[in-house]
């Protein structure tokens, strides 16, 4: 029977608020309109609200995993498909070469290595993933310029550079992040003038509104759309679109219990939160809350609904099958998450 | 093409040591046998390795979810499957009951709602769940008698009483441990005594060998199969037997990343492990790690495999399609975690 309203609903059953969604898309689309955005579908995983970022204008996407490429390609979404990360798999990089015949995708190199792979696979266009501070993939921008010519040697097609500052995304106070996140990309304007191309990709949702003069061309931002408690610290123009349902199965002296574990909620960034609750702790099925301070919190029941916010989108939404779309408790669609895996 | 080594496989990827496994499971059986043991299989949610579990003589099972009992019976493994968990849900409570036609269902009450919840539902079997002292589900042991007797009113067949001292599993120091669990103990006794039935049932990895005289008849052990470094730290006899094995995909000035991230493990116990490296922090689809001193990681080379250990098995298996069953880097066997979902 299909559910009319979130009563309805087993759980913990994850919930996409759809005007909240919408409101998101429209405002980052009005900011980063078109190919300005390369919306992260690390984020939600999901073609279906991939389709509705399309809708808003970006026809371009960023993807973590081959699984996330061949998803969104196979339904049709998209044009213009960057793996914005570097994969030695031969099998996977064959796989996403198949794809390359129909759909365009560019993958991220940062050593010999990961040009060999993708040029014995048969893939055509890279995108230089220069280290612009976070320690983590990327060549030192000094030697992306000298990495871009072996691609090249290689019969790669360069299409530019890729630079994420993921170490900058939540340093406290706009203007010290926006100062450093300029620094940072003083490095990628480096690198990208010796690698040459055209893209000039790079940021998140965390500094999306300190890029205009940084000489970016695209940015990377995805949690945006849903969001989360973590990047809500930031106050910045999204709202939360993203819950777990749960429900209350037990109470007990001073305590109650959600049916929404830490098997339902990414846990990297801590506990979730319950509005009216104090979260005590998450055991794999279950999040034991306590009444917060002036909450009427006192009056819940076995029974009662409860939504839970994860403190961390992206991993959250890979642990589910699907999304219920919601407006209020009325429940209006239901959404595959169908690109989860590797 | 079927992987021989695990070499040929595409990564993330589960890896379960399949000596380490059997040891594991002897061991435990050798303490617990057969029915003295119900394993949980909420720590692996795979039917292949519960068929093993029932090979070494266990033929009763543990489940956290509706879908873990249902996929148990689907799969014909166990003849007595405990759902140890509140469920209120009337369409999971319905197929819970179908199930129950062939395979005998017993679910965890703790009060009046649950009750009337399974009685409406066409259930029969319960097993009063009581509060030994972890904030979370149970009744009140000094309540535990009356609620049985409300059960039978609803036409329930009482077979019990269940407590999990999880508050207790991480203890430092056996005595200490053992004296805790002895006193938690007492309060499910107390219960058990005005209940009545013949179940008393508890435990956890953390407390098998802490029950010789508290009265318990059977154990809910899960993690003592595969193992994690949460585990590791109380020196029990059971190895680590599951590992997500990764590709070094970048290497840094003083860094490397490997591919398997925070959507490959479950992080609410911290980072994961990873023998010679120090784990510096995981994100989406990457661990950046920095060689350990005295290390040999400084020759470690982009496409080189790592094996990564997780904190936290549970939820790390439910991030995971299916598992390979390796000895050594021979790969023998891939099983499905098919009792993921709720």
Known sequence: MQPRTTFDLSTPALLIDLDVLNKNLRTMSLHHPGTRL??????HKCTSLAQLQLHYGHKTFTCATPREVIGMAAA?????LLLANE????????????????TRVTIAVDSQNTI??????????????????????GVAPDDAGRLAESARRAGLTVRGVMGYEGHLMMVDGRDKRRQLVAESM??????????????????????????????????????YALMDTHYARLGLPFEQGCFVLGTVISIGEKWLVVDVGLKALGMDHGNPSVAGFDVLFCSDEHTTLAPGKDSTATKT??????????AHIDPTMA???????????????CWSIDLRGW
């Open 319 to 333: 642990m589910h099958d699907n999304a219920w779309l919601v407006r209020g408790e009325e429940v209006i669609d």
């Open 87 to 102: 994969v030695l798999n031969h099998d996977r990089l064959s796989a996403l070469a198949r794809v390359a015949r129909t």
């Open 116 to 137: 060999d792979a993708a040029a014995r696979a048969g893939l055509e266009d890279v995108l230089v993933d220069v280290n612009v501070g976070l320690p983590r993939c």
């Open 186 to 223: 003083r490095l990628l304007a480096v690198a990208a003038r010796n690698v040459g191309g055209e893209i000039v990709s790079a940021g998140g949702t965390g500094t999306f509104d300190l890029h205009d003069d940084t000489g970016i061309n695209e940015l990377q931002a995805g949690s």
């Open 38 to 43: 390369r919306p992260h579908t690390k984020a």
């Open 301 to 310: 029941s076995v029974g009662d609904k409860l939504r839970v916010v994860p």
């Open 76 to 80: 049709g979404v998209g044009e213009d």
